[in-house]
């Protein structure tokens, strides 16, 4: 085992840095992010920082940095109090990635990585493409000061996802979905079901948290 | 496709609304917890709200919900300031999951999982079993209003993991640390690399964002 500590992490060159430390939580999510500015000018952004927040109501999060590219994202976002989610496939991976590019404000990502916009019920644009797209609106922003990023919450306004890929107790089967997985900033992996368990109990009600 | 909307969602099942909303995101990292109570009772808990907050300094953040199982775990991390995240692979993931059973506060999850506790720099717990660990001080706590929900943004302390898995530009490869991952709550996955691709570029340059 190699042991890292913090002086040697501040000490490694810049990008092997980023490379090493946004490799550290784990597997993680991939969305594109779809927005629209005052202009009606579409935006496409990768994010792999969506997180579940709650169920009721139902809430996701997202960590934006305003110094790289979801520039946009952030005044659209602010702007419209909408975006969606949308699940990237092994299908348009290439074309997902390509939207990371730094492209200026009156250019559309739709247009330069060949997605194709969809519109449902909010004003966002969602990724025809995509087999789970999720449409939020925004109802928390929370600045964090210790690096100057943005944590915004929304509420979960409509879900689109193909047929035949909930269960019975309202799992969904991402794999059914063709939703795939990144690590770091560019590695994408598709997944393999190991085993799905039971709710953990407690083995000898003695040692049970009581509820007050 | 299916389209269900935030109305059809609030009718839900609570336990199936539960379930369908932790699957929206994508594959999840999943992570134990650890952290160690002024008594010095360990405990131990899955979460798959880790995200990446910043590189430099070295930043993650993380989403706890006071009023299920990582209640411990928060007031741990307002005692001493610390926890350890512990990356959970195929050979442990059902002692991990364990861990989410309502243990009172005086119960180490250690114990009842069978996982091993490890010391390294800092004062919390460490699972030997993981291959990789990573420990955090922490640097800031927000409170979300919308749902009573906490995010904690810890400075990375220090990282162990397995000789030979990080690549020439600081990228982990997080099979080769046999790293899994997980979907909505309790959904286990392995994973296979598809492809990992080069930074991003405008095709056009006059297309490109202009730094201010």
């Given at each position: ?8 992490i501040l000490?490694m060159e ?5 490379n ?10 991939i969305n594109?992010?779809?927005?629209i500015s005052q ?8 994010v792999?920082s969506v997180i579940?927040?709650?169920a ?8 934006i940095?305003p110094?790289?590219v979801?520039?946009n994202?952030l ?15 092994e ?9 990371s590019a730094?492209y200026?404000?009156?250019i559309?990502?739709f247009?330069q990585?060949g997605?194709?916009?969809e519109y449902l ?6 990724v025809?493409e995509?087999?789970?797209?999720i449409g939020?609106?925004l109802k928390?922003r ?10 915004l ?6 879900v689109?996802l193909?047929?035949?890929?909930i269960s019975e107790d ?5 794999e ?7 690590s770091g900033l560019?590695?994408?992996h598709?997944?393999a ?12 009600e003695?040692l049970k948290?009581?509820s007050?």
């Amino acid at each position: 085992m190699m042991n890292i500590n913090n002086q040697k992490i501040l000490a490694m060159e810049k990008r092997y840095r980023t490379n090493f430390i946004n490799c550290l939580s784990g597997f993680k999510s991939i969305n594109l992010v779809g927005t629209i500015s005052q202009e009606r000018v579409t935006n496409l952004a990768p994010v792999s920082s969506v997180i579940h927040v709650g169920a009721n109501p139902p809430l996701m999060g997202m960590l934006i940095r305003p110094n790289t590219v979801p520039r946009n994202t952030l005044e659209n976002i602010m702007t419209t109090g909408q975006w969606s989610l949308n699940h990237i496939t092994e299908d348009f991976y290439k074309a997902a990635h390509h939207c990371s590019a730094r492209y200026a404000k009156n250019i559309s990502e739709f247009e330069q990585s060949g997605l194709t916009e969809e519109y449902l019920s909010l004003h966002c644009p969602y990724v025809k493409e995509a087999s789970v797209k999720i449409g939020l609106t925004l109802k928390e922003r929370i600045d964090i000061e210790v690096n100057g990023t943005h944590f915004l919450i929304g509420e979960v306004q409509e879900v689109v996802l193909p047929e035949d890929t909930i269960s019975e107790d309202g799992f969904i089967d991402l794999e059914l979905c063709k939703t795939i997985t990144v690590s770091g900033l560019d590695k994408y992996h598709r997944t393999a079901s190991i085993d799905r368990l039971p709710y953990a109990k407690v083995r000898d009600e003695s040692l049970k948290e009581q509820s007050s």
